[in-house]
């Protein structure tokens, strides 16, 4: 399967051919993505045919589109059955995709889908990428209409924790930016404070964007909804990113679910302001998306207005963000729950 061999190796999947092939390849792999072999026209076509079937390291199970036709879900099986999710946004000035790094996740917050499942395994390099190229060759067909034609944006929000699975994260950063051409600066990765990776992702030579899930301006409500707090604690978690700022010269954002009489209150906005302050962060206020399997509710529209005039007074920026898909569970934190049910 050519996405699971380093994009500088291709040749070794090609024995016999010319070495201008390995190129050929690549940029149909990477630079000029097409959803099937027939359409790699300069390839003989043996090997086109040879490459048919072992194109993308998965299949895809389901696609379904929402808020007229503008968000895009798929539903791919890997080669051992695991579901990868990804969600396609079109905006008018930027496409986004937003993108699984693993199977699963083990960190079990209680307002996530994902979570709530467990974790299967980590997604490869390989896997994480072709989320994107596919994203690409599919568009090239289906253009959304008023949006960029190629996913000028990538968010790792989907299933998993990246910082998790750093390696294969890191490389799959590597290949986007490298090889797809895409730039860093268009490019987040979401933590939900892994103060390792984040310290490892700031020493790294690329502009990418770091959104840190802090959902909870103290340690005892922190842990309560995302027991990795007890091993990183909020202050930790608040230096990494500092430390992330300061060797990047890239804001950090604060995401925030809000959880109806959880962490939606005018204490916990008070508490918030003076670290997001602290971190120069912009902070993203998101309703919760109920998930069938979480007792939390999202908090009503005057809440958050609420929640956010309070930090806005502070001297905080703030955004409310609007959810996209949720009809198809194509929502931030909603993924793999119709896959497993
Ligand atoms: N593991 C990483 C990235 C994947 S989750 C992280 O936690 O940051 C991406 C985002 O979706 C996170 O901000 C997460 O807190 C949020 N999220 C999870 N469940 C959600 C839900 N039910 N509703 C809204 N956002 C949710
Ligand atoms: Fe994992 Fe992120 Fe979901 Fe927490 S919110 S369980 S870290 S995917």
Redesign the pocket.
Known sequence: MPYLVDPRELEALLPGEPPFRADQLHDWLYRTPVLTADEMTNLPEPLREELGPRLWPFTVETEQSADRGTTKKWLFRAHDGMAIESVLMGYSNRTTLCISSQAG?A?G?T?????QFGFDRHLEAGEIVAQVTYANAWLRRHPIEGSPERVTNVV???????LANYRRVRESLRRMIEHIGMSARSITV???GMVPGIRRLAQEPWQVNL?V?L?AADDELRSSIIPINKRYPLAEVEAAANEFFESKGRRVSI?W?MLSGVNDTADQARKLAPIARRMRAHVNL??????PL?L?QPSSRSTIDGFAAVLTDLGVNVTIRN?RGQDIDA????LRVRAAT
């Open positions: 996740c960190l917050c307002f996530c889908a994902t979570g790792y929000m989907g299933m998993g924790e990246p979401s933590t939900v959104a899930s959902h995401e679910t998101i309703a919760m998306n109920p998930t979480s939390d959810t929502a931030c934190g909603q």
